[in-house]
């Protein structure tokens, strides 16, 4: 016979209380400030959770989508992918002769920023092809890895993947701790955010959304190879990402997070939706610890949605008063 | 204090085991006749879940995806949707009376399934352009929930969503329960399948991988809203699924599950890559519970695939004698 006394009981049940979380748990967003911006969070959060709120929503409902340059990670002075295509253009350079004499190609490869940004979206859409197509989808993963390996931003001497919000890893952290589907809906490659999208955000690569270019599939001496192509497939930007959604997630998401006119749309379809929703802004205002631009940028402007944002409801992080820590610690 | 007599706490270990399975289990493939199918199923999946096999792979590796038409579901006489689609233009007849002089309309206004078949893929997909677009995703979701709620097989005298294989949906939950990822590859529309994918099948929206019509955002005062665009966006058969799978799941199944030369590329696909594969063939074999159909067939033609499936290594199930049930039990 086993017998246990009331302390041996009372132990056991603080334990099992007390691994299970239903006790007094740690802050879950320790990067950020007190304040009425993480209150919307978690007031929205408990509203749409807990059984008895009156808003409650089933995990399966429970979808939440977040741009990634400017929102996850940092866009300035370029976003990341653009910075991965014109090391790509120097690397490849030798193979093109050809590129000396060719604009944008000519631009970048001597460091011409001004004649690049002349070149507009069509120049660097011929970036993107030049570099992003042409080899299977493994081969191009195994290219941005080891780009990503050695690549650092200048101003803050750290690899891009070290470059991401600590307050948003935390955000994305609690919401999956409480039943949430975490997505990406990126106006990036889709084939290049999931190179790091698990590693980084915990955000396995079925769970990102983003631009792409056509691929082929071709059997090649009884071997099944898929080819990139150089050719626009999809654009998830802007009206794009609520069709990218619709098309890959297959439902209306009721929490969203962006930081520019691209995520409007995306922004404005999930909290038009009936029921608790939650939309927000990461407003860049702290040139000291990050960059401070809205209106004038030329990468993640951010202008019509940040008018909106008051009768939309939509919450805006100040990111230099809202915000403890910008990026995670070094190591 | 409380104590337990040895019995008790026996009792409370056998439950315990019990619930977690951790004992003799029962047979996950209840409907399937022991024998080398069966079998070849069941090895593969436990040289991949069992750590010290030596083909160990991590759940996030474990992606699985099925075809849905004649793979998860019955597709003669004709396709569901194809029988969904003239059920619908009946029904939209009165507001088009121009149909009545126009192929193919008029074909399936006067029941001449040999004019139909004579308009071709052309005159299907006009078909489909009808009475598949002009309205959001969730009132297309609200159509075909009302039709499947309604339509019924004529041979078999069952609702569409009742006849699907038994079999199969103790494969997909048997995969699931150790741990594999089931995604549907179809032919068919990705939001039709949606439709009835996770009360059916147990797959979730965002498990759907399907061939689409182009789709539209707009702000209609101040609302917004997705509109099904009359325009193919992507045809995810034949190339087109792996294609779909790279750019839906964005990662190489490990096994594939079709019945026709629609899958072949899908199967080919899969089985090619490095480590433990799985392809298998679902061959039609059973005139007398279902039907009997292979190389001749309009709908699920199987040809190509069921000459290489040797070579290939892939298993091919003879459904009349592999499988003891072919639908689930009747009310």
């Not at 295509?85 to 631009?107: G, I, S």
């Not at 993963?141 to 070290?162: C, H, M, P």
Request: charge should be negative.
């Amino acid at each position: 016979m086993l017998c246990l006394t009331r302390s041996m009981i009372v132990s056991a049940a603080v334990f099992i209380v007390s691994t299970t979380g239903a006790f007094a748990e740690p802050d879950p967003l320790p990067s950020w400030n007190d304040g009425p911006t993480k209150q919307a969070i978690v007031d929205f959060v408990i509203k749409v959770t807990e059984p008895e709120s009156g808003d409650y929503l089933p995990p399966q409902d429970r979808v939440a989508t977040f741009d990634n340059d400017g929102t996850l990670w940092l866009e300035q002075p370029m976003y990341v992918q653009l910075a991965f295509a014109l090391d790509r253009v120097k690397e490849l350079a030798p193979e093109h002769p050809e590129w000396k004499k060719k604009q944008p190609f000519k631009a970048v490869l001597n460091g011409n920023m001004k004649a690049l940004a002349a070149s507009g979206e069509k120049g660097v859409a011929e970036l993107v092809m030049a570099t992003h197509a042409g080899m299977s989808p493994a081969d191009f993963q195994t290219i941005v890895s080891d780009w990503l390996d050695t690549a650092k931003d200048e101003r803050f001497e750290r690899g891009y993947t070290n470059l991401v919000y600590q307050p948003m890893l935390e955000l994305l952290a609690y919401l999956r701790s409480r039943g949430f589907t975490t997505y990406i809906v990126s106006g990036g490659g889709i084939e290049f955010v999931r190179n790091f999208s698990e590693a980084v955000y915990g955000i396995p690569p079925a769970q990102v959304v983003g631009s792409s270019i056509k691929t082929k599939y071709e059997d090649l001496d009884g071997e099944p190879t898929l080819i990139r192509l150089p050719e626009m497939n999809f654009i998830d930007d802007k009206d794009g990402k609520p069709i990218g959604i619709n098309q890959h997630i297959g439902q209306r998401p009721i929490a969203a997070f962006g930081n520019s006119d691209g995520d409007y749309q995306m922004l404005d379809w999930t909290t038009s939706g009936e029921g608790p929703r939650l939309g927000l802004i990461v407003h860049h205002t702290d040139a000291e610890r990050e960059y401070a631009y809205d209106r004038d940028s030329t990468f993640g402007r951010l202008d019509k949605a940040l008018d909106a944002a008051p009768d939309k409801g939509w919450v805006v992080v100040d990111m230099k008063n809202d915000w403890k820590e910008i990026f995670p610690p070094k190591e």
